[in-house]
Nanobody, 124 residues
């Protein structure tokens, strides 16, 4: 089993920045990929960014490309999401998720473990 805990959410003005963290514990050797997802009120959960657990390959949704950066802290068990130039449409609950599947995926259906989420609110 893998446990994931998100932190770093909060209220920020448009144009501001936040840094979210996802702390993994438990059987982390089984993790191949960490993805961040978000879900805004009344909308479906969507992929935001992802990285191999090794941190070697990253990917982003078009809506956040150039503004968000996903990274792993070296050999540690934390994956961060640096969010810059935030927009009101970035308001959502942000979740990190992990999978042991060894293929590239953006699908929430392929994730094996989920955190409980952290709320990000961007005011205009």
């Amino acid at each position: 089993q893998v446990q994931l805990v998100e932190s770093g959410g909060g209220l920020v003005q448009a144009g501001g920045s936040l840094r979210l963290s996802c702390a993994a514990s438990g059987r982390t050797v089984s993790i191949y990929r960490i993805n961040w997802f978000r879900q805004a009120p009344g909308k479906e959960r969507e992929f935001v960014a992802g990285t191999r657990w090794s941190g070697s390959i990253t990917s982003y949704a078009d809506s956040v490309k150039g503004r968000f950066t996903i990274s792993r802290d070296g050999a540690g068990n934390t994956v961060d999401l640096q969010m810059n130039s935030l927009k009101p449409e970035d308001t959502a609950v942000y979740y990190c998720a992990a999978t042991g599947r060894t293929y590239y995926t953006r699908s929430s259906n392929d994730m094996d473990y989920w955190g409980k989420g952290t709320l990000v609110t961007v005011s205009s």
